[in-house]
């Protein structure tokens, strides 16, 4: 992975990943919405749907969306490099899922073809 600065990802200096991690659930909610609504057969919803449980499953073992002590926040306050690197994931994921809202093979029924 390339080393690239949060503000490079779109970070508005983040207080927390708890934050972070609500961006990231809501970007995946209205993308499950705009495909349910608009064109359900344009990419397998089904996976899209299983990525996001995954995605919230995963932040809530972790305690991405506890409070206090329980909260990944807390548990990772003393460790600033890997708190930072749970950052990068997290925004990297965010822009990758604001990308896919306006990638045009997404919105097709077909995918894309590699030319050989």
Do not use: C
């Not at 397998?44 to 990525?51: I, L, M, Q, S």
């Not at 003393?78 to 708190?83: G, K, P, S």
């Amino acid at each position: 992975m390339d080393q690239r600065s949060p503000a490079s990802l779109g970070n508005a200096n983040y207080a927390t990943l708890t934050a972070i991690g609500y961006e990231v659930l809501t970007t995946f909610s209205n993308i499950l919405r705009a495909f349910s609504a608009h064109v359900p057969q344009a990419l397998d919803f089904g996976a899209v749907k299983n990525e996001y449980e995954r995605f919230d499953l995963w932040a809530v073992n972790l305690g991405l969306y506890q409070t206090g002590h329980g909260s990944l926040d807390y548990r990772l306050r003393d460790a600033e490099t890997v708190w930072r690197y749970t950052e990068t994931l997290l925004l990297e994921l965010r822009l990758a899922l604001e990308r896919s809202k306006t990638s045009p093979w997404i919105w097709n029924s077909k995918t894309p073809t590699t030319k050989r």
